[in-house]
């Protein structure tokens, strides 16, 4: 590659990795960024001359990390817990049709697992723009769901993954395609302008892009602290839950990016492992020591704690199968996600008990 095609290439991939730290703070414009480089990003190359070699695979990789951002994000802002429970599960079972994906490369799997989370994060935060999202029923969430599910992502997931057609491609050479697709574009348009506008309930506040204010009980990390200390176990859910997420998420990065060579049950072992280590050592220092540090300072000493750990199972087990540079990749994605997911999912407990404790606005209206 020339100077120039560094550049952009190492331009595109630092903001693919970029984007997604902005998606806990500005939900949906940063959501939409990402998914809006992922869709150009080769684009962009192209019109550079050049063709990155194995970009398919980062590319994966990368989409993979922003979506695991996005569900953590939902566990910290979302207000409605029945949406959370949605979201949880779509996100879960979606990557585990990657999983199975890539462990047999059929092509169907994907079709059976559409990744259907990515879209219903996009509704429900393009509803939490004027409305309270409490307004909306359980049931509302999962027709909505469901319409993604349907009418959206399955037609997509059998272009892109079943078909393996390329959009670009078939507007130059399918004549009756262009006149199709923007005459689809002009009826949604129509049926939302004429059929949804006028029946849209009154909004409930002005433009919000922003996330919500966190709880008053959960605004600072000290708090959030003392609720883990009181709270939180070992062996618990929560636990499950960030084994399941990172331990998944590490073994498709495994297989998907080039130079490693680890079997799939020993990377995710290894990971559970250290992401069991780094629970305990979170309930010690949030019951003994307690915490006042902001999210980027506890990644650092995450990280730090992250790479002792490893120096240590070095030292004991003689070696490890990754390399120094995969090594460090893997650190600092299990630090950034072990730290979110401590920071956000009390905060998503603490909003699920206002959610069950509190009646919704809805129901508040018409008492």
Same mark, same amino acid.
């Given at each position: 590659m020339t100077t120039e095609t560094t550049i952009v290439f190492v331009t595109v991939v630092g903001? /693919? =990795?970029l984007l997604p730290l902005f998606i806990p703070r500005w939900p949906l414009p940063a959501v939409l960024a990402c998914l809006v480089l992922d869709g150009i990003d080769q684009s962009i190359f192209q019109a550079f001359g050049f063709d990155p070699p194995g970009y398919q695979n980062?590319?994966?990789a990368m989409d993979l990390f922003y979506l695991s951002i996005a569900f953590l994000s939902s566990l910290q802002n979302w207000t409605h817990s029945g949406a959370v429970g949605i979201s949880r599960f779509l996100f879960f079972y979606r990557m585990v049709g990657v999983m199975a994906f890539e462990i047999t490369g059929v092509r169907t799997i994907l079709l059976i697992f559409p990744n259907t989370f990515e879209y219903f994060f996009i509704a429900y935060e393009a509803v939490r723009l004027r409305w309270d999202p409490r307004r909306?029923? /359980?049931?509302?969430?999962?027709?909505?769901?469901a319409c993604i599910w349907?009418?959206?992502?399955? &037609?997509?997931?059998?272009?892109?993954? #079943?078909?393996?057609?390329?959009?670009?491609?078939?507007?130059?050479? #399918? %004549?009756? =395609? &262009? %006149?199709?697709v923007v005459s689809a574009v002009l009826v949604g348009l129509a049926v939302l302008? =004429?059929?949804?506008?006028? /029946?849209?309930?009154? &909004?409930?506040?002005?433009? /919000? #892009?922003?996330?919500d204010p966190l &709880?008053?009980?959960?605004?600072?990390a000290a708090q959030r602290d003392a609720w883990t200390a009181a709270h939180v176990r070992i062996w618990s859910w929560s636990t499950l839950e960030k084994v399941v997420l990172i331990g998944l998420l590490s073994t498709i990065y495994a297989r998907i990016l080039p130079g490693l060579e680890v079997s799939d049950l020993r990377m995710f072992v290894g990971i559970a492992a250290y992401v069991v280590a780094n629970v305990a050592i979170s309930l010690v220092v949030a019951r003994r020591v307690g915490s006042r540090e902001g999210l980027a300072a506890a990644f650092g000493s995450r990280v730090l704690v992250n790479l002792g750990l490893v120096l240590v199972a070095r030292i004991l087990l003689g070696g490890s199968a990754l390399d120094e540079s995969a090594t460090v990749f893997f650190v600092?994605?299990?630090?950034l996600l072990v730290t979110m997911h401590d920071r956000f999912s009390p905060v998503a407990a603490v909003r699920a008990e206002h959610d069950e404790r509190d009646p919704a606005p809805a129901a508040r209206a018409a008492a």
């Open positions: 903001l /693919r =990795f980062y590319d994966k909306f029923s /359980r049931h509302f969430w999962i027709v909505t769901a349907i009418f959206i992502k399955l &037609p997509q997931e059998y272009w892109i993954h #079943v078909a393996q057609l390329d959009f670009t491609d078939t507007w130059q050479e #399918v %004549p009756w =395609f &262009p %006149p199709l302008w =004429f059929v949804v506008r006028p /029946r849209l309930l009154p &909004p409930d506040h002005a433009w /919000r #892009v922003a996330a &709880p008053e009980e959960m605004a600072t600092l994605l299990l630090s």
